[in-house]
């Protein structure tokens, strides 16, 4: 198993370059520690350390692999251990401080890369790219890169479907240039909780709105990869949405996202000083323990508003009841799906690359790029923290 000491010589190796040369020094320590990081990691894989004779080993090293990477402190050259053998899965080993984060800097430099064969200027092209990789991107990079992304998405893409219990649909919109013109772009986003409590992305599509067929199409293609068992939905109320779920998964319980509903709600209210009464009197109908408790609120609230919010009045009287299918599940995994927030680091992902690209050429640019983020995010989730504890029901 890895040496401790040589670990330790590694380290303090490291550290006297960059004590001996400061930032000069950096990409000479990141590389000392990382092809010892990588090592590490091989040994850990293998079960057993260079040259050990062990039961346990799972494997056989096969020597290192040189690997030029780009980073923000310059080019560190790299030694990537390799593995013989596949595992019993078929994958073969690779370095997960590598592999983290590779698709979407591929994606990055291939958006990036579109817009400058579409015409945007070379200066622009070149202030993003530095800023997202520090590095401009070559026509011959794209090529290579292009074949490797799409592949690997399109697999994502199309992947089977594990039974899902909950499905929570989301949209976001960026500026995309079609046939000469800038269009808004909508970013449909399905999410899961899986059976065994873990979060998934299930899928991601690129259209032209948030219609009904949209909407249609992109719920039809995850039910047709295998999506079953969903119990309830939530998302916001577009209509859209709302007559694609009627047409796709009929019966299945829809929760309005009760964020949408407050922030709705407060467009009613006539007078800034009771904003805040009339939010907590929303929440009270939320937290409600039950869903008759919840409509005995209901309807004190409505009375309580009919004189002086009348707009209101009638708003949550038609509109909130649409926020309460969450009651009906066990109280632990309400906090989680009465919103639609659950697809929050998502977007938030999406935003912080999308905003420095700007304006994608075309739909496949931006589809490249928001999968790439999509995968990511995802495999984090589905091997990481249980999101929901099941019990069987």
Not at 173 to 180: H, S, T
Not at 273 to 294: K, L, M, Q, W
Request: contains cysteine.
């Amino acid at each position: 198993m890895p040496n401790h000491e040589a670990d330790a010589t590694t380290i303090s190796l490291a550290l006297k370059l960059l004590n001996a040369n400061g930032f000069e020094g950096m990409s000479e320590a990141l590389r000392i520690l990382f092809n010892e990081a990588m090592k590490i990691e091989r040994s850990n894989y293998l079960e057993a350390a260079p040259y050990e004779r062990v039961e346990s080993r799972r494997g056989h090293a096969n020597g290192f692999k040189p690997k030029t990477m780009r980073t923000r402190v310059g080019e560190i050259e790299l030694l990537i251990p390799q593995v013989r053998d596949a595992d019993e899965n078929g994958k073969r080993f690779y370095p997960t401080a590598l592999e983290r984060g590779e698709r979407s800097e591929r994606a990055f430099k291939l958006a990036i890369a579109e817009m400058y064969v579409n015409g945007v200027s070379t200066r622009r092209v070149k202030k993003i790219t530095e800023e997202l990789c520090g590095t401009e991107v070559s026509s011959s990079q794209v090529s290579r890169a292009v074949k490797l992304l799409d592949d690997e998405i399109a697999a994502w893409r199309s992947r089977e479907l594990a039974n899902c219990r909950y499905l929570i649909l989301d949209a976001r919109y960026e500026k995309v240039r079609i046939g000469g013109v800038v269009v808004s772009t909508a970013v449909l986003v399905a999410l899961g909780v899986r059976e065994d409590g873990t979060r998934s992305i299930l899928g991601i599509s690129v259209a032209a709105s948030e219609a009904e067929v949209h909407w249609r199409t992109f719920i039809e293609s995850l039910l047709m990869r295998g999506l079953r068992g969903v119990q309830l939905v939530t998302s916001d109320d577009h209509s859209g949405i709302k007559a694609a779920l009627a047409a796709t998964l009929p019966g299945v319980a829809w929760q309005r996202c009760q964020f949408h509903l407050q922030r709705n709600a407060q467009s009613y209210v006539s007078k800034v000083a009771s904003r805040s009464a009339v939010a907590e009197d929303i929440r009270s109908i939320f937290n409600a323990p039950t869903e008759a408790d919840a409509r005995q609120i209901i309807n004190t609230v409505v009375t309580k508003y009919e004189t002086s919010e009348p707009r209101l009045s009638e708003w949550i009287s038609e509109n909130i009841r649409e926020g309460l299918a969450v009651l009906q599940l066990p109280a632990e995994h309400r906090r989680r799906l009465r919103t639609s927030n659950a697809v929050e680091r998502l977007n938030k992902e999406i935003k912080r690359r999308t905003r420095v690209v700007g304006l994608f050429p075309n739909e496949a640019a931006l589809l490249r790029l928001v999968t790439a983020l999509a995968m990511e995010v995802s495999e984090d989730w589905e091997t990481g923290r249980i999101y929901l504890t099941m019990e069987s029901r």
